[in-house]
Structure formats: structure tokens, C-alpha cells
């Protein structure tokens, strides 16, 4: 039995306002961590603009009794008092209802971080996570909530940052393609999410170790790019190895989105993991989608 002291129920979609289907239903469910720290809010604010009055948020935070650490997305040791969580959490709902989405909020008293996040948000369709505030190479060390959540994966990944200057949360979105089988998938969802935020979307390949190199798919890809959002889509292949090089589009284009799929890459081999990797050092927020998340 789950220390949730409150269960939520998800709601129906409003009267009028259809749940999205196919892929882009994993932005009806979205269970947002809140620790009181301003990545959080902003992980709230940015699930909030993806699921829209049609979804629900459900906003999660974690108290366990412990002295160790100091920044939930840093370190996966719980430190909140019960007075800081409930005001987190009442500043969170109100961000929500801003934007007209319904939310309810929970509280896990579990010490461990990650393992309340992680096992709650297998009953959700989307984890939202605020950007981590240490290094990759100390996350790795530590355990931080940020690596495992991208290692584990048990449902699709938003790690949220403020957009660059300028641009709203997803005006403008770099879809990640490998030119695997799934990429034709990802990259529907990614036109699905630009025509529906009214935006831009770039699509990028990284002719690196880590392509599936088939010209004839991307053509199509790109041809589809063209047809769905005219002068709004472009398309890019540069060399290079994949993380680095939707690092330096979504820097070069002033992305405020990137969105990729993710290997489930195990063992030693995840730490070599290309998306693992981008949620830490992108500079914009990152949508990871599973695999099984497109096929549905």
C-alpha cells in the first residue's frame, strides 16, 4: 500500500474538450513533483500549457522524515516539513488553476525521492520534473532524481526550464530524430504538439554513431514537416554525435522544447545514454517519450 496520505482521482476531460489520443494522450495525465523550489513551480506551469483544460495534473510532494540534504531534485532524500509542503503544494494548485487545469495534490511520506516519484508515476502518463540544479556527474553519484527518472523511465519525461528570453514554453520545438522505426512516431507527435501550440518545430538529425541512417525515411519525414507547418518547419542533418548536437540547435534556434524518444539503454550502457544526457546539459525544457508511449 502506497504512503500517499491523499489518493487522487483523475478526472474526466471538460465537457466539449475531447482527451487527446494516439501518442498525444500522454498529455492528459501528468503527475508534476513539487519541492517549493522555482524548477518545480516551473515544471507545473510548463505541464499545465501541454495538457491544457482538457487534462488533469496531479502534483505530488515528498516528506519523509530526514536532516540530509537540502534540493529534492538533487539529492534522493526528502527534507520538507509538512508546513513547507503544504504551502508548496497550495502555491503549485494555484499556478494550475491559472492556466484553467484542474489538479490534486499528495503527499508521500516515504524518505526516498526517487522511489515515491518513480512508483507513482507508473499510474500517470507523463512525470513532470523541475531541471536539476548539480551536475551530471554529481547526479551519477549521488543518485539524483534526474538520472534515475531518465535510467528508469516508467512513463514519458518532462524536465522543465525556463525558455530562452523572448520565446514562450513550446513556440518552438526541436524533435530529436534517429531515423528509427519509432522516429516517424515521435515526429507526429511533435507536429501534433506545433500546430496545437500554434508554433515552430525543427526537426533535427544527427548524423553520428548513434543514427539509423536511412535516407528514404527521412525524406518523408522532412517532406511531412513541409506539408504540416509550411515556413513554421525546418530540417536539419549535421554530424556529430546525437547529444551534442540537440544541444547546439536547441541553443542555436532558441528552442523553448526538445523532444526525443528514448532506448531504455540498461546497465553500464545507460550511462551512455543520449537522452540522459540531454535533460542534463540541454538549455531549454526536454520531453523524453517512450517508445511504447508512441505506439499506442
Not at 518513480?118 to 547526479?139: C, K, N, T, V, Y
Request: hydrophobic fraction near 40%; glycine fraction near 8%.
Amino acid at each position: 500500500m502506497s504512503p500517499t496520505t491523499k489518493q487522487t482521482a483523475r478526472r474526466p476531460a471538460p465537457r466539449g474538450r475531447a482527451p487527446r489520443k494516439g501518442a498525444m494522450r500522454i498529455l492528459n495525465d501528468v503527475l508534476c513533483g513539487v519541492d517549493g523550489t522555482r524548477t518545480s513551480y516551473e515544471a507545473v506551469r510548463q505541464a499545465a500549457a501541454l495538457t491544457g483544460a482538457r487534462g488533469h495534473l496531479t502534483l505530488l510532494a515528498v516528506s519523509g522524515e530526514s536532516t540530509v540534504g537540502r534540493d529534492h531534485n538533487a539529492i534522493d532524500v526528502a527534507t520538507m516539513s509538512r508546513v513547507r509542503v503544504r504551502q508548496a503544494l497550495n502555491h503549485a494548485r494555484a499556478l494550475a488553476a491559472r492556466q484553467g487545469v484542474p489538479a490534486d495534490t499528495a503527499v508521500d511520506g516515504r524518505a526516498k525521492v526517487a522511489h515515491a516519484l518513480l512508483d507513482q508515476a507508473q499510474s500517470h502518463s507523463l512525470l513532470a520534473l523541475g531541471a536539476p540544479s548539480m551536475s551530471r556527474a554529481a547526479h551519477l553519484l549521488l543518485g539524483g532524481i534526474t538520472s534515475t527518472a531518465a535510467h528508469r523511465l516508467p512513463t514519458s519525461l518532462l524536465i522543465a526550464r525556463r525558455p530562452p528570453r523572448g520565446v514562450a514554453f513550446a513556440e518552438r520545438v526541436l524533435v530529436a530524430s534517429d531515423a528509427g522505426t519509432d522516429s516517424d512516431r515521435l515526429l507526429d507527435f511533435g507536429i501534433a504538439l506545433a500546430l496545437e501550440r500554434e508554433g515552430e518545430l525543427l526537426l533535427l538529425h544527427a548524423a553520428g554513431p548513434e543514427s539509423r541512417f536511412q535516407p528514404t525515411r527521412l525524406g518523408n519525414q522532412a517532406e511531412r514537416v513541409g506539408k504540416a507547418l509550411g515556413n513554421r518547419g525546418q530540417v536539419r542533418i549535421v554530424p556529430g554525435r546525437a547529444e551534442r548536437a540537440i544541444i547546439e540547435a536547441a541553443q542555436q534556434s532558441s528552442s523553448s522544447l526538445a523532444v526525443m524518444s528514448s532506448h531504455h539503454i540498461k546497465g553500464p550502457r545507460a550511462l551512455a545514454s543520449v537522452s540522459e544526457r540531454v535533460v542534463h546539459d540541454a538549455p531549454c525544457s526536454v520531453l523524453v517519450v517512450r517508445p511504447e508511449d508512441l505506439r499506442g
